[in-house]
């Protein structure tokens, strides 16, 4: 991108500043505090088994359903934050993670802690959309790529939180206290979002939304699956995203420890490079995908393919267990997981007009998840079923990433070709835009 077309605004855009600053880490805030409670069970995984008495597969089942109900919520949440804005459907979202969070500290049974995290999932499922929608009514449209890499980052920073913080407050103060204590991170963002957080700046009031019955529900959502770069940002996203979230979500602790006989502070050392490794490939692949448009596809699936190559070697690597250094390379590389699936919104991004954004973002987002939450069920099942053979279970990996990247590659035409149309008709309207 030259420099003369980056600094030119497109007509209507938002101009940023530091307004749009403060109101986007409110958001963004909130997004912090949703990732470290999503999290907190990838890092109390063993306590979890013995908290509740369960094995592989029951304790697969907090995360699934988690990500089942996350999943689930994505359409639903873009309709809502489309319909009534960021702040109420947020507002929401805080609540009900907080409620979530507040559960799973101190309900006793397995049943009700189950519940817990589905009321978590449901209210971190308002988050991520509702924060890249923040970010599009307060910034130019240029930044958009960077703008989602860097909500993306502070979300790692939550996960840092969790690995580092809260897996220490576990083991030192227990577990009614660790959980219920961060709890106390919920009621602070949602001050702060009652007080400050505003939809849009003044004068970029969006129009008002038309009639909101059931017919236009569902043409939103058809319209929005119609565009090609819709379908390829999720398919993006499921690709990328997964084998990451599955390790810090839930999996990667017991295959560290369990099955490459690490302790559990080198193992959590290790989960927190994969977290530091995202923060910093994410501002890279932000400044890349910003400059460079036509880099997107190049690295998400590089980064498919190197995390398929790390994978590989891990698994079958002919000793009992893989070395340090190799173990250290693959965290690494999966650090690229999360903000190569940033891209997937980069793609569905400019196939929709505003009106469009948070529904196609919540198709888009459903992706990983899918991908993540076939996958933790896939590794349990496997697990028991081998008697905790890690190298079966988590060969899971390639077959999902195998459908992925076949439908990327089905996709990846189509969108290009939608994209520069829109492009092309976008500088049309521009020019006979009277002065």
Not at 54 to 76: D, E, H, K, N, R
Not at 137 to 158: I, K, S, Y
Request: net charge positive.
């Amino acid at each position: 991108m030259s420099s003369a077309s980056s600094s030119t605004a497109l007509p209507g855009d938002p101009p940023g500043g530091r307004r749009a600053i403060a109101v986007w880490s409110i958001g963004v805030a909130v997004y912090f505090v949703a990732v470290i409670f999503r999290t907190s069970l990838g890092v109390a995984g063993l306590d979890a088994v013995e908290r509740f008495h369960v094995g592989a597969s029951a304790l697969s089942t907090f995360s699934i359903l988690q990500l089942l109900v996350y999943a689930g919520m994505q359409i639903p949440v873009g309709l809502l934050v489309d319909r009534l804005g960021t702040k109420k459907v947020l507002g929401l979202g805080v609540v009900l993670f907080t409620i979530g969070q507040l559960g799973f500290a101190f309900l006793p049974s397995y049943g009700m802690a189950l519940a817990s995290r589905a009321l978590l999932g449901c209210g971190d499922a308002m988050t991520f959309i509702s924060v890249l929608r923040l970010g599009g009514r307060w910034f130019p449209a240029r930044r958009g790529p960077l703008v989602a890499q860097l909500a993306g980052l502070v979300g790692m920073a939550g996960n840092l939180v969790s690995t580092l913080v809260l897996a220490r407050l576990l083991h030192g103060i227990g577990w009614n206290a660790a959980f219920g204590g961060s709890a106390i991170a919920g009621v602070v963002v949602f001050v702060l979002l009652l007080l400050f957080l505003k939809d849009h700046p003044e004068g970029f009031e969006p129009e008002p939304p038309a009639h909101q019955g059931a017919a236009y529900v569902r043409r939103q959502i058809a319209a929005s699956w119609r565009e090609p770069g819709t379908r390829l940002g999720l398919w993006v996203h499921f690709t990328t995203q997964f084998p990451a979230m599955v390790f810090l979500l839930l999996w990667g602790l017991p295959f560290l420890v369990e099955d490459q006989g690490l302790s559990r502070a080198t193992a959590g050392e290790l989960l927190t490079l994969v977290v530091l490794s995202n923060m910093v490939i994410g501002l890279v692949y932000g400044q890349i995908v910003a400059r460079h448009h036509e880099a997107r596809l190049p690295l998400a699936l590089g980064t498919v393919g190197t995390t398929a190559l790390l994978w590989a070697a891990t698994l079958a690597y002919p000793g009992a267990h893989a070395p340090m250094w190799l173990l250290i390379v693959l965290c690494a590389v999966l650090g690229a997981c999360g903000p190569a699936s940033m891209i997937g919104f980069d793609f569905a991004r400019p196939a929709n007009p505003p009106e469009r954004q948070g529904t196609a973002s919540g198709i888009t987002n459903m992706g990983g998840f899918v991908a993540s939450m076939t996958t933790l069920f896939a590794v349990g099942v496997l697990l028991d079923a081998t008697g905790d053979d890690y190298t079966v279970a988590f060969s899971a990996v390639f077959v999902l990433q195998a459908l992925g990247v076949s439908q990327i590659l089905r996709l990846r035409r189509r969108a290009a070709r939608r994209e520069r149309e829109r492009l092309v008709a976008s500088r049309v309207e521009t020019v006979h835009v009277p002065a």
